[in-house]
C-alpha cells in the first residue's frame, strides 16, 4: 500500500477539528516533494501530521488517454480494493483520486502545462467538500481582525476588498483580502480562517502572508457598496443568506466544483449553511467612500449590539 512520507507533511486544521494533512507519497520524486513544500508555504502551514487527519497523499500521473486513472498514479495505489469505485476528477493539471473504502485522497500532478495558481489550489476541493457538509463554507471575502474579532468583507471581484484593506489604519490586522473559511463550532458559534489569494500567485504572492491555521471568531459580514459618504446599515437576515450564498459560489467557481453530480449536493448544503450561518451573525451594508474613514463604521459595530 502507498503510504504518506509523514516526515514531509505538514497540517491544515479547523478550529471545529477536522484535519488535512498534505505530504508526498513514499517513492514520490524530489518534484512532488518541492511542490508539496511550495503549497504548504503558500497556505503558511507548519510541519506535522495528526491520526485524526484525512491525508492528502501527492504523487504523479503518468502520461496515458482515456480511462484508467487510477493505473497511472505513481508510485502507485493501495491494491485489493475494487478498481472501477476510483473516483477521478481531475482538472487544473492535477488528478483528484478517491475511493469509497478509503479516507484518504491522492492527487496526482500533471506535467506544468497549466497556470500555476490553478494546479496549486486544486488539493482544497476535498477540503472544502467535507467543510460543506460539516456546515461551514468557504467565502469569497476580505478576512480582517480587530481586537481579536474577525470580520469579512464581502463583494464581486473590482468591488473594492483589497483595496479597503490597504487603508485599514494601525490597529487592524488583514488576515486575507480573497477567500476565507469558515467553520461551525460545537456551541454553535462559527469562527473563520484565512485562504490565500490564488490569483496572485504568479505575481509573486499577496501582500498578507496566510496563515491558514489561524482563525478568528466571526463577528460581522460587511457588504461593500461605494458611496459619497461613509455609512452602515444593519441587514435583514433572508437577504444576509442570499448574499453568502453568492459569495460561496464565488469562491468555488475557480475550483470546477459545479460539475455535474455535484451541483446538487453542494446546492442544498451551501444554502442551509448560509441560512444557519447568517442567523448567528449579523450582516451590515458598508457604504464606503473615496476618502472617508469606513473603519470608524466598522468600529461602532463591534462596540454596540450585534443584533436589534
Known amino acids: 500500500m502507498t503510504a504518506i512520507d509523514h516526515q514531509r507533511s505538514h497540517l491544515f486544521s479547523l478550529s471545529c477539528g477536522l484535519a488535512w494533512e498534505f505530504g508526498p507519497c513514499e517513492g514520490s520524486d524530489k518534484e512532488v516533494e518541492a511542490w508539496v513544500e511550495r503549497f504548504a508555504s503558500y497556505m503558511g502551514l507548519e510541519p506535522g501530521a495528526a491520526p485524526s487527519a484525512r491525508r492528502l497523499r501527492f504523487g504523479r500521473m503518468a502520461a496515458g488517454n482515456g480511462n484508467g486513472h487510477s493505473s497511472r498514479f505513481l508510485p502507485g495505489l493501495p491494491t485489493g480494493i475494487p478498481a472501477a469505485d476510483w473516483r477521478a476528477q481531475g482538472n487544473s493539471g492535477m488528478m483528484l483520486l478517491q475511493h469509497p473504502m478509503l479516507r484518504d485522497v491522492y492527487c496526482g500532478l500533471y506535467p506544468d502545462d497549466k497556470p500555476a495558481a490553478a494546479q496549486m489550489r486544486r488539493p482544497l476541493v476535498p477540503v472544502f467538500e467535507e467543510t460543506i457538509r460539516a456546515g461551514g463554507l468557504p467565502l469569497h471575502g476580505a478576512l480582517v481582525e480587530r481586537r481579536g474579532a474577525g470580520m469579512i468583507l464581502v463583494g464581486r471581484s473590482g468591488a473594492g476588498k483589497s483595496t479597503c484593506c490597504r487603508r485599514l489604519p494601525s490597529g487592524w490586522h488583514v488576515l486575507g483580502d480573497d477567500l476565507a473559511i469558515v467553520s461551525r463550532n460545537a456551541d454553535g458559534g462559527f469562527r473563520a480562517q484565512p485562504l490565500p489569494t490564488w490569483s496572485a500567485?504568479?505575481?509573486?504572492?499577496?501582500?498578507?502572508?496566510?496563515?491558514?491555521?489561524?482563525?478568528?471568531?466571526?463577528?460581522?459580514?460587511?457588504?461593500?457598496?461605494?458611496?459619497?459618504?461613509?455609512e452602515v446599515d444593519l441587514l435583514a437576515g433572508a437577504k444576509t443568506a442570499l448574499v453568502i450564498e453568492r459569495a460561496c459560489e464565488e469562491a468555488l467557481i475557480p475550483f470546477d466544483l459545479f460539475s455535474p453530480g455535484h451541483a446538487s449536493f453542494l446546492g442544498e448544503n451551501i444554502f442551509a449553511n448560509a441560512v444557519s450561518l447568517a442567523a448567528a451573525v449579523p450582516a451590515f451594508r458598508l457604504r464606503v467612500s473615496l476618502d472617508g474613514r469606513f473603519w470608524e463604521k466598522m468600529d461602532e459595530v463591534l462596540k454596540g449590539p450585534a443584533r436589534e
Do not use: I, K, M
Not at 482563525?215 to 460581522?220: E, I, K, T
Open 201 to 230: 500567485f504568479e505575481s509573486g504572492g499577496s501582500r498578507w502572508h496566510c496563515r491558514a491555521n489561524y482563525s478568528v471568531p466571526l463577528r460581522a459580514f460587511f457588504f461593500l457598496q461605494h458611496e459619497p459618504e461613509d
